[in-house]
């Protein structure tokens, strides 16, 4: 044991009479049930990949609990066979299936669209204007009761623990909260605050058993001004201590937007950023375990967190989403072969439009089921791929690792193609190890040559003969056709990126995508004064609205001044002259200490700049891509090349082409 490199992240732990094989658990993502293939597949591939504890989330234990119409109904049998279906798909595998309860309380805002009322400790209005009724002491009873036997109808379909939520705003945290100023036993001093979610966990095991284990997810921090903070996390934890098995630290609430990207950490906060709430809380508790949570995928930051005592156990919903193999990678010496989640919360806004979570940097997430049936016969290929950027790296990868010959040819001395000038900025840090990564497996890939320093001609294509060739050019960013745009104080972004010396101190920055606004942040961040002018009245955060949320919290931290509905004309001596258009600015988008623009001015006006960046888009390379198209009968087109869109595009696209390549 001693020779091994994490032997206190795989040291098991028992939490009541159940075994768990290791100290990483999955925590709950809220993935639909329907199709049941998919979701099977899903939470299945985590319990595969080792994790020792898979958790189903968002499981209401009645129907007037609901925030969301997708919740899972424990209330009665209707989803008996399917619920069962995915305990068996994970229990097989020697991990631990556990359950979500969740009661939103006073934020069943589903359930009071379908007549139900809404109830919680205390009176109130929602912020939809809807009354809140104090709970009578009947209802609190019937609660615990329902919690209690959805809890035992769980454990009936074979799952080995259930996860009671009592945090992030719902039900309990709703009683926990010092607002709850009842005058009853279940209201004002910290003791009563902390009945329901006692009561609930010793009814819990009163029906389960006491060996049955009773995870309970806590708020130690809301982490906002108008929140309690870790003193009151710390005592209610030790009310819960002795009564839950598991206590599982978070922070933040889901009525609070602004914390959403700390409770589910953003790319701007550090690795572990929640890790010393728990921490705190580890102190103060004699019985209970301790869980922590939220930007975890460090291996030796996972080690650490357990040898040092700041929690039993780590628990990871996006690291185990990004690898679901991170376990089995760590336990047999591959622990420089796990994708590192990168925080960009593609997975978690993608799955607030749809039922579906996918991950941008791994292929096979949302399609596990498929991917994990029998094998597609093939014929074995010599590929040539083109370009080794983000979708020419996943496509040499998949292609051999079916089976192809693949030659892999990037005209410049490095794989990794454009995000290679974002290498530099700390909050981009597991891009790089991505990168890194992907270059990793290629090199390790017996059936991958690369050949760098080598562009991609018909000619070459001639020479080599390939069967099929997979064209990855990328893209190339956009000059804006302006007055001035070549004189020397004017950059591309990418070259800012790479030479961030070459800024001066006020940078002004044409174009208000995600390029523009991330480099904004780390300019700023490195001492300049910058502003950010984009045509449009609104900024753009490419469809990942979460990752925007987060952006724009580090636009008000970082004081970036921000004028939208704002049209470049020329660049001067002086800096940027620009037009009002005279739209409105749409709500969410007036951050920053100085908006330039009051709503319906027009004019012009001179943004001073020593520097000035553009980042207003990209020119896919198609005629370059079409320069290649006859010069082998099988060619395909992927990435930037075809629409310069983002990295789970890149990657998907490129996977799928190269899976489908010689099927019979």
């Not at 690792?401 to 193609?417: F, M, Y």
């Not at 045509?535 to 931290?557: I, W």
């Amino acid at each position: 044991m001693s020779a091994f490199k994490y032997p206190h992240l795989f040291e098991p732990i028992v939490l009541g009479n159940q075994f768990f094989r290791n100290r990483i658990f999955n925590s709950p993502t809220g993935v639909a049930i329907e199709p049941e293939r998919y979701s099977c597949g899903y939470y299945e591939r985590k319990a595969i990949g080792g994790a020792a504890s898979v958790c189903i989330g968002d499981a209401c234990p009645n129907e007037n609990g609901r925030a969301r119409g997708l919740q899972i109904n424990l209330w009665n049998d209707a989803e008996n066979q399917k619920l069962s279906d995915i305990a068996h798909s994970i229990s097989r595998h020697g991990a631990v299936a556990s359950i979500e309860l969740i009661d939103a309380g006073n934020a069943a805002y589903h359930s009071a669209s379908l007549g139900a009322p809404l109830y919680g400790p205390v009176d109130g209005i929602s912020p939809f204007g809807q009354e809140i009724h104090a709970m009578t002491e009947e209802q609190i009873l019937e609660v615990i009761e329902q919690h209690a036997r959805a809890a035992l109808y769980a454990k009936q379909l074979g799952f080995g623990m259930v996860t009671v939520h009592g945090g992030h705003g719902w039900l309990i945290t709703q009683f926990l909260d010092p607002s709850n100023n009842r005058k009853d036993k279940w209201g004002g001093s910290m003791e009563n605050r902390a009945r329901l979610a006692v009561a609930i966990a010793d009814r819990i095991h009163q029906l389960c058993g006491k060996g049955f284990p009773v995870e309970m997810r806590m708020v130690g921090d809301e982490v906002h001004p108008g929140g309690y903070h870790i003193e009151e996390g710390i005592a209610q934890a030790k009310q819960l201590d002795g009564h839950v098995d598991l206590i599982h630290v978070s922070t933040g609430s889901h009525e609070v937007a602004e914390v959403f990207t700390v409770t589910h950490p953003s790319m701007f906060l550090a690795d572990g950023a929640n890790v010393k709430y728990a921490a705190e809380i580890k102190k103060h508790v004699k019985q209970s375990p301790v869980a922590t949570v939220g930007a975890l995928s460090e291996p030796e930051l996972l080690e650490e967190i357990i040898a040092s005592g700041k929690a039993d156990v780590v628990e990871m919903a996006r690291g185990l989403i990004a690898d679901p193999d991170l376990p089995k990678k760590l336990l047999t010496g591959r622990e420089d072969e796990v994708r590192k989640c990168m925080r960009c919360l593609f997975c978690f806004s993608t799955h607030m439009q749809s039922a579906i979570i996918p991950c941008a940097i791994n292929p096979e997430i949302g399609h596990e089921y498929e991917m994990h049936q029998a094998p597609i016969r093939q014929v074995s290929k010599r590929v040539l791929v083109a370009g080794g950027g983000m979708a020419g790296m996943q496509a040499a990868l998949t292609a051999g690792e079916n089976g192809h010959q693949v030659i892999l040819c990037e005209k410049t001395d490095r794989l990794g193609g454009a995000l290679l000038c974002e290498e530099q900025v700390p909050f981009k840090e597991k891009l790089s190890q991505y990168i890194a990564l992907q270059t990793r497996l290629i090199s390790r890939q017996p059936n991958i040559e690369v050949r760098l320093n080598t562009e991609v001609t018909a000619d070459l294509i001639r020479d080599l003969a390939p069967d099929a060739v997979i064209c990855a050019l990328g893209a190339r960013p956009v000059k804006p056709k302006l007055p001035g745009i070549d004189s020397p104080h004017v950059f591309g972004a990418e070259e800012i990126y790479t030479h961030p010396e070459k800024a001066g101190k006020r940078v002004v920055i044409l174009g208000g995508g995600l390029v523009g606004l991330e480099l904004s942040v780390w300019l700023s961040s490195r001492g300049h004064e910058v502003t950010v002018v984009e045509m449009e009245p609104r900024l753009n955060d490419g469809g990942n609205v979460l990752h925007g949320l987060a952006l724009t919290g580090e636009l008000k931290k970082q004081k970036v001044k921000v004028s939208p509905a704002t049209r470049a004309l020329a660049v001067t001596e002086e800096g940027l002259l620009c037009e009002y258009t005279g739209a409105k600015a749409e709500p969410g988008f007036r951050f920053g200490t100085g908006i330039f623009l009051p709503d319906g001015e027009s004019g012009q006006v001179t943004f001073p700049a020593d520097t000035i960046i553009y980042a207003v888009g990209q020119r896919p390379l198609r005629e370059e891509a079409s320069a290649l198209r006859f010069a082998v009968p099988e060619f395909y087109q992927v990435g930037d090349c075809v629409m310069p869109k983002n990295i789970y595009e890149a990657t998907h696209t490129a996977h799928y082409v190269a899976q489908d390549l010689g099927r019979r």
